[in-house]
DNA sequence: CCGGATTTCGCCCCGCCGGGCGATGTGCCG
DNA sequence: CGGCACATCGCCCGGCGGGGCGAAATCCGG
């Protein structure tokens, strides 16, 4: 399955760092450098003219910084969208997140070894995701503390029964008892009753409660929406 | 910085696994393998005994899996506390968010290469974090997915007074009109009033909705909470 | 100093919600 | 076959929630 060969653009403003990282991936046979870039600006234009897979983008430069670059590269929702893994002398975490939030693939560091970076722009490029483990660690760490326990109140969610689970998802998304009856294509006292056995299992007072239940067990769970 | 040899303890039910992580990892002059579990109970008296810097535990054991047996050992807030890398076949998204919640420093498949699964044990080891790339890629995914923007805070959440989001505030906590009033030292009436005005300017029907919209829009978030 | 925004509160109305009690049918298990 | 759990629906009712209408008091900016 030797696919063509990953189409790099190499985004820093330092050209002895640009000619490096170009000359070691260019050595490799299954990658071509097919730009460079001095700023976040040249960036994004480049990336528009010569659509490569991956940017390997720089955090810090002049012009326009590698947040923002890779913000309008991945922003524009016609355009060509490539994977960017960023490059940084040191793991800042705001500029971890917002990475991350822009939906940038990867994150390493510049003291990482050739083999490091290498291995980084292949799994990148593949759609994967790769960090430097330090900056790992710190994810894992918000996410351990966003999402504290794992059977809390699961285990209350298994008092209930499929039906009635059905039932608080939809009260969970805002519907009223008429609307679930409806779409379950029941009365509308069903629907009073398989709530009401709800309320009584989970120890809840009114709808309300049941939808900040259902967020505090991730039963159902903030996202994009309308 | 030759520091002293990490001392690793190998949980597996699979003898001819367990077998070959040994010889890999016991060949390092920085790595000492100390001891061999057969099962998640093992793997937690052992770790009691010889308190490892590290256990490499397999996910599926019998007796007590990996993710049970790593609760057990770091949810002992007494005991000795050393690092926890996961070793799986399949990157199961259960699995993985149940043993990040567990406190796991690291989460690697068993088809990584050797030379993978040593730089995992050094990393976690020294209190880095790493996973297999398509895990880390799931885990920024939900990651995005949850914190989506930088400058959150809903348009149309502006539209309301501060009174009126710390009403809406408190109804995404479940309390009743009564109970808000009670605590703001207001009518209840007031509270209606205040609450009324939510619903219309964000053109919402009832107070489950405003939830929604509350954990929608970030102005709650899922979390533990008294 | 006047007008708009905000906060506060009262009264009335009625619809939906939540709870209690009972009933029927179905499938499963010992 | 006799329970048991589950799903389905009905009736009744008290109360809280949501909406309309009005009205003070405060603050702030033009």
């Known amino acids: ?38 700023d976040g600006e040249q960036a994004v234009r ?46 800042l975490d705001d500029y971890v997140y917002e990475a991350l939030r822009l939906g940038a693939g990867g994150f390493i560091l510049k003291d990482a070894t050739t083999d490091d970076l290498l291995s980084a722009v292949r799994i990148v490029a593949s759609g994967d995701a790769l960090l430097a483990p330090s900056v790992t660690r710190r994810l894992i760490e918000d996410f351990a503390r966003t999402r504290p326990a794992g059977p809390r109140p699961s285990a209350r969610l298994n008092a209930l029964t499929e039906r009635e689970r059905e039932v608080l998802t939809l009260v969970a998304r ?41 967020y505090e067990s991730a039963l159902v769970a903030p996202g994009p929406r309308a």
Not at 9 to 38: K, N
Not at 60 to 77: E, F, H, K, N
Not at 192 to 210: E, I, M, W
């Open 1 to 38: 399955m030797t696919a063509a060969a990953v189409r790099v653009l190499i985004a820093d403003d330092q050209a002895m760092v640009r000619g490096a990282l170009a000359a070691v991936l260019a050595a490799q046979s299954d990658i071509d450098v097919v730009g460079e870039a001095a």
């Open 174 to 214: 805002g519907l009223s008892n008429r609307e679930i009856a409806a779409r379950l294509v029941l009365a509308e006292q069903t629907v009073k009753t398989h709530f009401g056995r709800v309320l009584s299992k989970l120890d809840l007072r009114d709808r309300a409660q049941a939808v900040v239940f259902a």
């Open 46 to 91: 480049l990336t528009g003219r010569l659509h490569p897979d991956l940017v390997l983008m720089d955090v810090r430069m002049p012009v326009l910084d590698g947040l923002q670059a890779t913000a309008r590269i991945l922003g524009d929702p016609r355009g060509h969208r490539p994977r960017v893994l960023m490059l940084t002398t040191f793991d």
